[in-house]
């Protein structure tokens, strides 16, 4: 299932434990902002992994971003 207003995001409770994915590839969102995360670069990436596109790295810098706009301390 693609979650509403990203597109390229997928989750499958089938699926890498039902957690957010590429384009319903077994390649998680957290997976890909490790590697950003860790000092790989946007080529670098997409030469390790050459089923991704530029736009899914930006489709999950996205998704991260909306998802921390709705933290909430209580």
Known sequence: M???NHP???????KMFGKPCIRDLRFT????????????TEDEILA????????DIR??????????HRVAVV
Not at 8 to 14: C, E, F, H, L, S
Not at 48 to 55: A, G, H, N
């Open 59 to 68: 489709a999950a810098l996205r998704f991260a971003a909306d998802r921390e």
């Open 29 to 40: 969102v957290s997976d890909l902002l490790d590697y950003l995360a860790g000092g790989m």
């Open 2 to 4: 693609t979650v509403p």
């Open 8 to 14: 390229r995001i997928t989750v499958d409770p089938q």
């Open 48 to 55: 390790d992994f050459p089923y991704l596109e530029r736009d």
